[in-house]
T-cell receptor, first 114, second 110 residues
Framework: GAVVSQHPSWVICKSGTSVKIECRSL??????MFWYRQFPKQSLMLMAT?????????EQGVEKDKFLINHASLTLSTLTVTSAHPEDSSFYIC??????????FGPGTRLTVT | GEDVEQSLFLSVREGDSSVINCTYT??????LYWYKQEPGAGLQLLTY?????DMKQDQRLTVLLNKKDKHLSLRIADTQTGDSAIYFC??????????FGTGTRLLVSP
């Protein structure tokens, strides 16, 4: 199957700083990518849909000014957590849809805000 | 809203069969999935089923879909200790975004 990479895989940052997470589709082009968040011992929740060439679509309750999404190209989407707080500590996973049933998930980025 | 429910915990002995259940709400889902997640790791797609199918078998895995009751199950035959993990069902909504279930933690004891 196709490969999606995320960088970094783990990041620790101080409260109040911003962190950028990259999601790359290595061998396919993605006009759409999805960003999910998973709190410890909980399920994955869709945060937003990243659209190449247009604004991201955010799910209800997700602050668009706090979680900035930029779909810079057909192979790169970035999620920037601005003014991070400890409650933003989570596992962030991106995915890119393929054909039919296919969904290609990145390995995830663990964010810890101290 | 979209709620996908699973039982939280299942404990079985090695060699037994495990059955993990899931109920979903969106009858228009095209695909339903089962993912496995080991501690600290990402998601591993185990299997999927198209919404017009009732059953799908893939080696030790059997998926049953009851569309009338919006019920999905995953049966793992001959469960091994390496199968211990969290299992998520998920339904596709619209253009392939997924709604995940609450997750079932499977513990396999020797």
């Amino acid at each position: 199957g196709a490969v999606v990479s995320q960088h970094p895989s783990w990041v620790i940052c101080k409260s109040g700083t911003s962190v950028k997470i990259e999601c790359r589709s290595l061998d396919f082009q993605a006009t759409t990518m999805f960003w999910y968040r998973q709190f410890p011992k909980q399920s994955l929740m869709l945060m937003a849909t990243s659209n190449e060439g247009s604004k991201a679509t955010y799910e209800q309750g997700v602050e668009k000014d706090k979680f900035l999404i930029n779909h810079a190209s057909l192979t790169l989407s970035t999620l920037t957590v601005t003014s991070a707080h400890p409650e933003d500590s989570s596992f962030y996973i991106c995915s890119g849809p393929g054909q039919g049933y296919e969904q290609y998930f990145g390995p995830g980025t663990r964010l810890t805000v101290t | 809203g979209e709620d996908v429910e699973q039982s939280l915990f299942l404990s079985v002995r090695e060699g037994d069969s495990s059955v993990i259940n899931c109920t979903y709400t969106d009858s228009s889902s095209t695909y339903l999935y089962w993912y496995k997640q080991e501690p600290g790791a990402g998601l591993q797609l185990l299997t999927y089923i198209f919404s017009n199918m009732d059953m799908k078998q893939d080696q030790r895995l059997t998926v049953l879909l009851n569309k009338k009751d919006k019920h999905l199950s995953l049966r793992i035959a001959d469960t091994q200790t390496g199968d211990s993990a969290i299992y998520f069902c998920a339904e596709s909504i619209g253009f392939q975004k997924l709604v995940f279930g609450t997750g079932t933690r499977l513990l396999v004891s020797p």
